[in-house]
Each structure stands twice: as C-alpha cells, then as structure tokens.
C-alpha cells in the first residue's frame, strides 16, 4: 500500500488454525519502502528485529471456534512512501487462516475488550493539551473497576516519556506502564468518561491502550486524542505562541483562543500576536501602526523589517507612485516601428503553465506575421523558484527572452516592493534604451500590478506608449480567506491600484468577454479593452489517434477515459471530479480518470482517491511538458472542466479546452461565465457548478450519446478555426499596436 511519511497507520490481525491457542502463532512484519524501492531500516515502536524482518511482532493464534484479535499501530518512518506486510508461521500451525485489516481514519473506535485490547496511536504535538472520549458498555453491571486505560509518550526517537503530572496517572511494575482505572461506580450499564492529556515536553506520538479488568466483558467507543486547548505549561514558549497563531488562523472561535493566549504571554508576544491577526485580516494601516508600536518598544532587527516592509507594500499600492528614473531619456537609435517589449512573469520552458504557453504563442506568432517582440522575465527569473542554469540572453523558438539576474537571491532589496520594482526598473530602462522598442506590451504579474507599473514608468521616461494585458484579476490573492478576500482593506487598496493602471494605459488587453465587462463595471472606458481570447495553434494540436504507448502504460485499452489537464487549486475543481466517478462507473464500468498535471492539492486529491477505494480508477500522471501534452489529449474520450465558483475562475478563460476542441475531444464544463463563453450553445456541455450528482449525469449522458458528441465537436472545431487561434490574435496584436501608435502621433511601415 502507499502511505504517507509519519504518519500513523492502525491494523487488526484476526488469526486462527485448528490446534490449541498459541502465543507466537504467527508472526506480523513490515516493510518500509522508499522512492527508488529500498527498504528503510528504521526500528518501530513495539516492534522486534531480526536477520529475517526488520521489523516484525509476535500474534497469538486462536482457535477456530474462537479466533485471536490484535490490534497493532504503526507509525510510517521518513521518506516512506510504499509499506509492505504480511504474517507467515511461526509456531507449529494446523490449516492457520489470518487477516490483516488496515483500519481506516475515524472519529469513533470501537471493541470489545474481552476479544482484545483496543489500541490507538496518534501523531502529537506538545504545545496542546488532548482530550480522549471513552463510552464503555458494562453488560454484566460489574461494580468497580472495569478497564484500564494505558496512555504512553514517545519522542521522535521513539524513546518513552514519563507523563506529567498533571495526568494523574499511576505507574504499575508488572505491566511496566502508567495507568489509570475506568470504573463503573455503581454497575452502570453505560459510562462516559473524558480523559485530559498533557503530553510531556518533546512528545510526538502517544498510545492509549484500552484493556479489560475483572473480566468485565466491557466494550469501548473511543473518540479522539483531539486537541482541547493551548499547552502553555510547555517550556518552550515561543514554539508553543506559534502554534497559538496558526491555530488562531485557520480555527472559527478565533476571539476565544486570542482571549487565552493574551492572559498568558509577554507584551512582545502580544505585539507579535496583533500584529499577525490584522495581516490575516488584510488591515495594512492597523498592522503598520501595531509594527510601529512593536519598534518603538523594540527597535530591532526583526521589528525594523517589519515596519519597513509594510511601508514599501502599502506605499507599493499608492495610485500614483511608480518608480523614478533619473538616468537619460534618450535611445541609442531611432525608434523600430515592428518592435515589440514583452514583459511576462513567466516563460516557457521554466514553465508550461498556461499563462507561459500563452506568452510563448502571444510571441511566436507574433514573429511569423512580421513584427519583431522580444520578452524580458522579471529580476532574477527563474532563479527565485531555484532555477540556477539559464541563459541570459536567449533565444526560445526563434523569440528572444532577455532574463536580468542579480546572481542570488540574497539582496535586501528583493525583499521590499518598491525597491524591487525601483531596481527592475533600471534594469529594464537599460534595455530599452539599447533596443528602442515602439510599442512596451506589459501582461499581469504574480501581484497582478507589479509589471505595469514598471510598464508604465518606462512610458513617462521614454515617451513609449504601453499596453496593459489583464488575464486574470489578482487582487484577492494575497489569502486564502473568501471572506477576506471579498472584504479586507488590502484587498480594495490592490484594487484601487489595478484600476488606476487600466485608466494610464494606452490599451487594456482581456482575453475573455466576461473580463471585459468586468473591468467596465469598474470604471475603463469600453473603447479602450481589446479582447484577444486565448487560443490554440492548429499545427500542433488537431485530431490524431489515440497514442499506444500511453494507452498501454496506463492499461487503458478499451477503456472511456474522463480527463483534465491543469495544475492542482481548489478553483479547478478536481476532487469533485473524483467524487462523481463512482456514479459515473455504476453506468460505464469501463470509465477511468485521467488527471494530467500538480499542485499543492495534488496530495489531498490521492488521500480522497485512496479513502474512495478508487486508486485503479484514477491516475495522477504528475507534470507533463506542454511539447508532450498532445499525446495525453489523444487518449481522453471526455474533457471535463469542473472549476468551483471562484472569482478569478468566473472571468478567466483557461487555455486547455481550446486545446481539447482543436484535437476534436467532447468538451463538458461546469457553468461558470468564462467556460460558458467557450461552448457557446452548442460547442459542448455544461453542468451546475459544485454539483456533483448533476456532473456524473452529464458525464454519463456524454459517454452514451457519441454520436451527439462527436456533432458537437464537429462544431466546436470549425469555429475555433475560425476564431481562435494564435495567427489570428497576431494580426489582431498587430492592428492594435498600430492603432496606437497612430493614436500616438507614428505609424508603422
């Protein structure tokens, strides 16, 4: 099975034969496996080695009659990625049968203790205190002592811990353990008992045992360990105020736990706490003046940074501040009417997102009608993603990419907004300078902004005139907070910004009609939004057969593959792709799903796959190069698109389904404004956002109708070919550009 690094696993060993009960029956082993399928010789807690297994336990071996039950937990060493187990023999066995069952993740377990001892291991962190919740079923209404309870902490040497005392907890010799009874005082038929952990300082994982006394007959339910409140008893406070402030982030009784940790921290811990709340809360202003007061008390390292990054972010989001220039205004020649300044934030091959496909073909296509663009990456792409081996000048598919890089990533300046942007600058005023551009094209940056204001500095100082290329709206990205997003100050003072640079260009280029309506309603005049969609080169994707290779690598043969080719954000919806697939294969036994690409979701979406039980049905190819991309387009019968409801989703039109219509592949996609602008009314399927019954219907409706499908598609593709693709956005860009130029007093020749 796959699993997880350190993460706990519980089984159940259910063992029989026909001869008597035997101690050591059987014998349960492990094997940790990682990457490159080496076995990880680590030690497990409770486990025994020898030449044979690395890690291995006895098992008592019941009769037929009466079958032995053993609960054991395990906890996943580093860098594991694959666990082997099994039981083999051990003692003299008559027709032995044995069962592993690997319990799955629950709130409630469960047992009666006089099958077996009930066990539970969890990963732990000691700047918490944990709560276990027992019910007991006492069916004899035995007075007194019923259970034990066994609570033992480990490190992360798997060295036992003694509990703190505030456990009340007992130490008994003969069962080398500390303890405490479970009793039913007056022969109670049901109990509910809470129990408190405090778990020692340097604890990582802890172990209840649940073991019968007096022969009760006892069963257990047992929620938990779960996490009660914060542990300040823990020596090491500021580890333990850190802890406070990411569970104060992500948990709704936020006002309750900042209320605790106030009672119990210094003045500079509740500076730092403040201060992190109104930066969660997108207060710039609050979170400046609380950084202040912080210096004032303080005026460190640390609190010097924070107050001088917040005054370049906030003064980064001025309207009117851009970058100043003082070097000359002149260029070494005369003007090139056909040349052209991109500036992206990313580029191919570093990347092969869709926003690097679409600066690739917004350039390519650009040079085979003539016009001469040339890109320049942002200071020190790609090495702040840890991209060390790059040319600085060179040239990708015929298009020359200029990078400007500073040698490291170790410069004070990059760490504050303006000054990376006064120091971007600069540099790009530079290359202006020597090539002598007609026309400065700037397209949205990682803060949405950041590459139009050096746009638009460069335009004051060189008398240049500029595009802005707004493909996405940027503004809510600075949290993952909806809310927030939708309300906070940070996020409006962004906004503020965006629309002051859409009114100072020349031209505002969109790629969707949604977008522009949107930036309408936010004020742009509609005569100046162009709207160049994106688009798709017909000469690399068109219909093809299915690749062979692919189908035989994946066992995809005679299979209806479901697909989607994107990276991995809650906004692109995948995991409710993966929750309609079992209706789906009720219908259509033969239905796979294919998902090409990664992301930060990539390792919740195999968790829910694996808790589905669908890990035969579903395959994570991981990143896949855009040159390669085609092959896995031919093997998928049905493209899906299931974004969520999302603001940036509801106006952005992704690139990958122009890419599906151009290789003639069905197209179904969830009801967003955007996706609802790519089918058209009959150009492909749609299904009502986050509804997952509604998908799987569609989905099956699609595989059972090929023939409408294939009209469908038939359509599609010939008005994509008639509007949708990159030679035509060329001569678009090229008509635009020369508008304004003529706007501007010039024309090409």
């Known amino acids: 099975m796959d699993v997880e690094p350190e993460q706990v696993y519980n089984f159940r060993i259910v063992s029989c034969h026909e001869g008597e009960w035997l101690r050591k029956g059987m014998v349960f082993f492990v094997r940790f496996l990682d990457e490159e399928e080496n076995e990880i010789t680590n030690r497990l807690l409770h486990f025994s080695s020898s030449r044979t297994f690395t890690n291995y336990v006895y098992v008592t071996t019941g009769e037929l009659d009466s079958p032995s039950i053993v609960n054991i937990a395990l906890k996943a060493p580093k860098n594991a990625v694959h666990l082997v187990t099994g039981l083999v023999n051990w003692g003299y066995l008559v027709n032995s049968t044995g069962r592993i069952k690997l319990l799955e993740e629950s709130i409630m377990r469960s047992m009666n203790l006089n099958e077996s001892e009930l066990i539970i291991q969890k990963n732990i962190n000691d700047a918490w205190i944990y709560q276990l919740s027992i019910i007991m079923e006492n069916p004899n209404s035995i007075v007194g002592q019923i259970a034990l309870l066994v609570v033992e902490y480990y490190n992360k040497n798997n060295a036992k811990l003694r509990p703190t005392r505030n456990e009340h907890l007992f130490w008994s010799s003969n069962l080398d353990c500390f303890y405490r009874y479970l009793p039913s005082d007056g022969g109670e038929r049901t109990t509910s008992i809470e129990h408190t952990m405090y778990p020692p300082e340097g604890a990582t994982i802890c172990e209840c045992r649940l073991i019968q006394w007096n022969d009760s007959g006892a069963s257990v339910m047992v929620s938990g360990p779960k996490e009660l409140a914060i542990n300040w008893k823990n020596s090491d406070k500021k580890r333990v105020l850190l802890e406070a402030r990411i569970a104060d982030y992500d948990d709704p009784a936020l006002l309750t736990k900042q209320a605790e940790v106030a009672t119990s921290i210094s003045d500079s811990s509740q500076h730092e706490l403040r201060y992190s709340s109104?930066?969660?809360?997108?207060?710039?202003?609050?979170?400046?003046n609380e950084a202040l007061a912080e210096y004032s008390t303080n005026p460190n390292q640390k609190s010097i940074h924070r107050l001088t990054?917040?005054?370049?972010?906030?003064?980064?989001?001025?309207?009117?501040?851009?970058?100043?220039?003082?070097?000359?205004?002149s260029l070494s020649g005369e003007i090139q009417s056909d040349k052209?300044?991109?500036?992206?934030?990313?580029?191919?091959?570093?990347?092969?997102?869709?926003?690097s496909i679409r600066n690739l073909n917004v350039v390519t296509s650009q040079k085979r009608i003539g016009l001469n663009p040339f890109v320049v990456t942002p200071l020190n792409y790609p090495r702040i993603f840890n991209t060390h081996e790059f040319e600085l000048d060179e040239e990708v598919q015929g298009v020359r990419h200029i990078r400007l890089d500073m040698g490291s990533t170790e410069s004070t300046s990059l760490a504050y907004v303006t000054k990376m942007l006064q120091l971007n600058t600069q540099m790009l005023a530079g290359i202006v300078r020597k090539e002598c551009p007609a026309l400065i094209h700037a397209a949205s940056g990682y803060k949405g902004y950041e590459l139009a204001v050096m746009a638009k500095a460069l335009s004051d100082h060189f008398s240049i005139p500029w595009i802005y290329e707004v493909r996405s709206f940027h503004e809510h990205t600075w949290t993952k907070d909806q809310f927030q997003a939708e309300t906070a100050a940070h996020t409006k003072m962004r906004m503020m910004r965006e629309n002051r640079l859409m009114e100072l260009a020349n031209n505002v280029v969109t790629i969707s009609e949604s977008m522009k309506t949107a930036i309408i309603e936010r004020g742009i005049e509609p005569e100046k939004i162009t709207v160049i969609h994106n688009a798709v080169d017909i000469r690399t994707f068109y219909p093809r057969r299915k690749k062979t290779q692919l189908l035989r690598r994946h066992d995809l043969n005679k299979k209806k593959v479901l697909g989607y080719i994107s990276n991995m954000s809650r906004r692109e919806g995948h995991d409710l792709l993966i929750k309609a697939l079992p209706s789906i294969i009720e219908k259509h036994p033969r239905a796979m799903l294919l998902l090409v690409g990664d992301g930060h979701t990539r390792p919740e979406l195999e968790q829910l796959v694996a808790t589905m039980d669908l890990g035969d049905r579903v395959i994570f190819t991981g990143n896949v190069d855009h040159?390669?991309?085609?092959?896995?387009?031919?093997?998928?019968?049905?493209?899906?698109?299931p974004r969520r409801r999302d603001y940036a989703a509801d106006f952005v039109t992704p690139l990958k389904p122009y890419e599906a219509i151009a290789m003639k592949i069905p197209l179904l996609v969830s009801d967003r404004p955007a996706l609802l602008e790519i089918i058209g009314e009959d150009r492909g399927f749609s299904f009502e956002t986050e509804n997952i019954e509604h998908l799987s219907e569609i989905a099956c409706a699609c595989l059972s109708d090929s023939r409408e499908c294939r009209r469908r598609s038939d359509v599609a593709i010939a008005w994509l070919v008639q509007n949708r693709t990159w030679e035509l956005n060329a001569v678009a860009y090229k008509i635009l550009y020369n508008s304004i130029r003529k706007n501007n007093g010039e024309i090409y020749v």
């Open 278 to 288: 109104m930066i969660n809360s997108g207060d710039l202003t609050a979170a400046r």
């Open 340 to 355: 052209i300044m991109h500036l992206f934030k990313v580029s191919y091959p570093f990347e092969s997102t869709g926003g």
């Open 627 to 641: 040159a390669l991309i085609k092959d896995y387009y031919s093997i998928i019968d049905l493209f899906i698109v």
């Open 309 to 329: 990054y917040l005054d370049e972010l906030i003064r980064s989001l001025d309207p009117d501040w851009f970058p100043c220039l003082e070097s000359s205004k």
